[in-house]
């Protein structure tokens, strides 16, 4: 063989860079294998819209200086209502972040191999042993963990993952300048994240202004290509077409200008995972995938499966004999449905209901927001039935009759 490590990961973003950072830490030889070139790093893959929380900061030892800035408020927009939240954020500067990441793991131990794209799997028998890349490269693990997200080379090949273009969410941002965030008849968005549910802006999804200081904020939209798309979405009109409607009738663009180099494109699924391991083998980050369904967060949930996927290995390892059995595997499945993302097919259910909806139900929807208690929108928004139900109207019974028809299995 040629090189051998406990474990190696394919992909640097923030699920595979986090996951060798913990995996390092604990003393354990690993290898990530990053596509992109490092002088470039992470020019092709910054494509996050980077809203984050306080807890993940504090959780994963994140460092303010890769914050572009620090959010107060989370705001919630309709046609014609909105809603203000207290709730520290934070919007990163994601390729700062990026970098941070791949410097503290090898700080701490892990080694990089960039210009590696991963391609296949090496199997011995029914097993995956180790990874084809940059061609006819190869090396060998103890553990692999796919953290390339969408391609999923390694899951795909292995029939772990089972992601469907039906449920891909594509996304456009334009970081701005120049942007009104307390424009009047609208909700301040001064150091606050907004999204705006709104078919006529985005059919099937939402747009967003996360504020990033002074003048500026990070402007953008995503959709699903799903039912709710069909039914509102303009004839000839793509993505970039939607967000330039947007700018062009939006006051709080009037005088607002593009940055020169920061757009960002991405895409992500929404959907149940397929599977999330097998003998030898995890998936973590936007490969099972993981990003919450509901407002797209995907940053924490990301790091969360990481950190769950590094304690796995950290257990395999810890007997005398390792185990990579698939039966041992199968604790990162545990840790992940229980503590990563518990309530995650409640959550898609809520987001299916909610694109279904029209843009007057969305307007009932803010306002009901501003009458119900915190603990009620917290349950509501944590996929509890009692919260759930204080957000329903009998008007709403067709639009749960179409849901069920559409999207509850028979």
Excluded at 183 to 192: E, F, I
Excluded at 224 to 245: F, R
Excluded at 269 to 281: A, E, R, V
Excluded at 285 to 295: E, K, S, Y
Aim: hydrophobic share 40%; glycine share 8%.
């Amino acid at each position: 063989m040629s090189d051998h490590f406990d474990v190696i990961i394919a992909g640097a973003g923030p699920a595979g860079a986090q996951c060798a950072r913990d995996l390092a830490q604990r003393g354990y030889d690993v290898v990530v294998l990053e596509a992109e070139k490092e002088d470039t790093f992470p020019r092709q893959s910054n494509k996050s819209t980077a809203g984050t929380f306080s807890s993940m900061m504090a959780a994963f030892g994140i460092p303010d200086d890769v914050v572009m800035n620090f959010t107060d408020n989370v705001v919630l927009e309709s046609p014609n209502e909105h809603f203000v939240q207290a709730q520290p954020g934070a919007v990163l500067e994601f390729a700062d972040f990026k970098r941070f990441l791949v410097a503290d793991g090898r700080d701490e131990g892990a080694e990089y191999w960039f210009d590696a794209r991963v391609s296949k799997p090496i199997m011995s028998g029914n097993e995956i042993v180790g990874v084809r890349y940059a061609g006819d490269q190869e090396v060998y693990g103890d553990i692999i963990i796919d953290a390339t997200g969408p391609s999923a080379p390694l899951a795909k090949s292995l029939g772990v993952t089972n992601l469907k273009r039906e449920n891909q969410a594509i996304g456009v941002e334009f970081e701005m300048k120049g942007v009104d965030v307390d424009a009047d008849g609208y909700a301040d968005l001064t150091d606050a994240m907004m999204l705006r549910l709104d078919h006529d802006l985005a059919p099937g999804g939402y747009s967003w202004i996360f504020h990033t200081g002074e003048d500026t904020a990070k402007v953008g939209l995503c959709y699903i290509q799903n039912e709710s798309h069909h039914d509102y979405a303009k004839e000839g009109m793509g993505i970039d077409d939607y967000l330039q409607h947007w700018l062009d009738t939006d006051p709080r663009f009037e005088n607002a200008e593009r940055m020169e180099g920061k757009q960002h494109r991405g895409s992500a699924h929404i959907q149940m995972p397929g599977g999330l391991s097998t003998d030898n083998f995890m998936a973590i980050g936007d490969t099972v995938p993981t990003i919450d369904p509901l407002w797209g967060e995907g940053i924490h949930t990301g790091m969360k499966s990481a950190r769950a996927a590094a304690i796995t290995a950290d257990r395999c390892f810890m007997t005398s004999a390792s185990d990579t059995s698939a039966e041992k595997m199968s604790i990162y499945d545990n840790l992940w449905h229980g503590d990563v993302a518990p309530q995650m097919r409640t959550r898609l259910l809520m987001t299916q209901l909610l694109y279904l909806a029209e843009n007057e139900r969305y307007d009932t929807l803010i306002r009901d927001l501003k009458q119900l208690s915190h603990e009620m929108r917290a349950n509501a928004n944590n996929g509890k039935l009692r919260g759930i139900m204080k957000l329903l109207h009998w008007e709403d019974i067709p639009l749960l009759k179409r849901f069920a028809r559409e999207r509850l299995p028979m």
